[in-house]
């Protein structure tokens, strides 16, 4: 059978304390040419817009994304992916573009959209959704899409929740996101992608820091295997 697995990746390249998510350049770089030669790295369209709305899988496929919209996706990953033609999505926190010094501005996100990169929204101010109330988290939703239709004068057709684990999204939001137009929504779940996922609970491996052997066992989908899902579930209750 075959696997279909969505990456996310934060930042690439950040140094000290505070980089949780980051992943350096050289594993950056030894990740993206394992992935061009052992899988089909596709666009999330190519995966998601079927004719009947069912995920596109007849390969080992992987589509590459990123969320928040980092300026080192710019400087760091964006010069790997296009050595190794590979296509990715950047999920955007619209209120953050061009008013951090750390995140992308509009002339770096209209650079990489000339050579395939796409964008997708990642909330106003990247606040936890579960947390808010319905209206506090429409403005998020709603306000975060048209901002960014506005900018890059395209329809964002995907979400990704922020922090995106079950709790920090509610089924009151996941209304939302379909109520505002979206085509699909994506968490931070570790799971990959069947004819059976929810369109707008789709998971996705969040990629770390990890040598290259680490890479190779977590996009295998070894760990969310039934029995050894098992044992990880019992180690986390310890």
Known sequence: RYRCIILVYHEIGKQGVNS???????????????????????????????????????????????DDGFKDNFLNAYPVLKKYRLRATIFLISGGIARK??????????????????????????????????????????RSKAELEDLLKKEMRYFAYPYGKKRHYTEAVKAIVKQAGYK???TTENRKIDTHSDRFELGR??????????????????FEHKFVFAIRKCFKRR
Do not use: W
Not at 209 to 214: E, F, R
């Open 20 to 66: 949780k998510y980051s992943v350096s350049v050289e594993n950056f770089e030894k990740q993206a040419d394992y992935i061009k030669r052992h899988f089909t790295a596709v666009s999330l369209n190519t995966i998601l817009e079927t004719k009947e709305e069912k995920p596109n899988i007849s390969t080992d496929t992987i589509a590459i994304t990123f």
């Open 101 to 142: 010094e750390e995140m992308l501005n509009f002339n770096e996100i209209k650079i990489m959209e000339k050579d395939g990169i796409d964008f997708g929204s990642h909330t106003v101010t990247h606040r936890m959704l579960s947390s808010l109330d319905n209206n506090a988290a429409y403005n998020e939703i709603c």
């Open 184 to 186: 699909a929504a994506f």
């Open 205 to 222: 491996f969040c990629i770390r820091n990890y040598p290259l052997y680490a890479f190779k066992t977590r996009v295998s989908g070894i």
